[in-house]
């Protein structure tokens, strides 16, 4: 059981900045490792970013590292994605996922609960 839902998404120019969000019920969120991932039409979901359920751990695909930064707030339930200097091919749907005491894994069989997605437009 559990839900994550996410939030934040939206159209955005070139250089911009978008914070996503996504928010756990009905799971122990402090034991939880979490991963961002995204799908742009036509294409396989992606990594992102993850972070440790410690949160001691963080990682990142070479796409987004010093652009994106991911975060927990154990005491809302909320992980979140900063994104910065927003590119077009960043353009996907996003989508946030969790495993018990997970760590940093990068693909989707890591994780073992999935959102709905949230929609990330940048334009040129």
């Known amino acids: 059981q559990g839900q994550l839902v996410e939030s934040g998404g939206g159209l955005v120019q070139a250089e911009g900045s978008l914070r996503l969000s996504c928010t756990a019920s009905g799971l122990t969120f402090n034991r939880y490792g979490l991963g961002w991932f995204r799908q742009a039409p036509g294409k396989e979901r992606e990594f992102v970013a993850a972070?440790?359920?410690?949160?001691?751990?963080?990682y990142y695909s070479d796409s987004v590292k010093g652009r994106f930064t991911i975060s927990k707030h154990n005491a809302k339930n909320t992980v979140y994605l900063q994104m910065n200097s927003l590119k077009p091919e960043d353009t996907a749907v996003y989508y946030c996922a969790a495993r018990l005491y997970g760590g940093t894994g990068s693909t989707p069989s890591d994780y073992n609960k999935w959102g709905q997605g949230t929609q990330v437009t940048v334009s040129s």
């Open positions: 972070i440790q359920w410690n949160g001691e751990d963080t």
